[in-house]
């Protein structure tokens, strides 16, 4: 049976993650690629993901500020049409890389240089086929209350003050701590249990 257009699965950017499926931290940025700032913060978070390999999982969530960034929106439509191919992150470098030049039929020429094969793919971008996927994580931004790029989340926790290397580092540490004391709190209940079950068998036999 042929495959009607609705029938195709798109993966979708909250689907996308670089790092340990099962990490203990979710790092979230909601940023765009024509921003300098996230850019710049592009860098610092493959140095997280370097510090702190195995313990975090790491997203980009779009964000297009297309009031001041003509280009972002087509940008991030380009990065999702690569992820279909598992070459998400291949073009997420290559647009951060080339921030400054991000026409249509320039996406086009980085999608061959991320390693993309699709020959619709300019053809994809001009009919917006990947739009609705951006428009969820700009609805998911707002309602998060996003209004400043870059913007981050651990854990679902919104991160305060600017994005430095220093901050985002102590912020991950303060929430690797969390995690380890509430996974070290049902330990604790269950050492407790059997001295409950030995009392209520007491109280039975009473």
């Known amino acids: 049976m042929a495959f009607k257009k609705d029938d195709v699965v798109i993966i979708e950017p909250r689907e996308i993650f670089v790092g340990k499926k099962d990490a203990p931290i979710t790092l979230v940025e909601f940023g765009e690629y024509e921003n300098e700032e996230c850019a710049k913060v592009n860098e610092i978070v493959k140095q997280l993901l370097e510090e702190f390999d195995g313990k975090i999982k790491f997203q980009f969530r779009h964000f297009p500020l297309t009031l001041i960034h003509q280009r972002s929106l087509k940008a991030s439509e380009s990065a999702i049409a690569a992820a279909q191919e598992g070459k998400f992150w ?5 647009l951060f890389n080339n921030r400054r030049n991000l026409g249509t039929t320039s996406l086009k020429l980085y999608s061959k240089e991320a390693g993309v094969k699709n020959k619709k793919f300019l053809d994809d971008l001009v009919n917006g086929v990947y739009g609705w996927q951006v428009q969820d994580d ?5 309602t998060r209350g996003v209004k400043e790029l870059p913007a981050f989340f651990i854990n679902d926790a919104p991160v305060s003050g600017k994005p430095t290397y220093a901050n985002l580092s102590t ?6 701590k969390k995690t380890k004391s509430k996974s070290a709190a049902p330990k604790k209940a269950q050492a407790k249990s059997p001295a409950t079950k030995s009392t209520a068998r007491q109280k039975q036999r009473a």
Not at 138 to 142: A, D, P, Q, S, T
Not at 171 to 176: G, H, S, V
């Open 171 to 176: 912020a991950i540490k303060n929430a690797l």
């Open 90 to 94: 291949e073009m997420h470098n290559v």
């Open 138 to 142: 700009l609805k998911e931004g707002h």
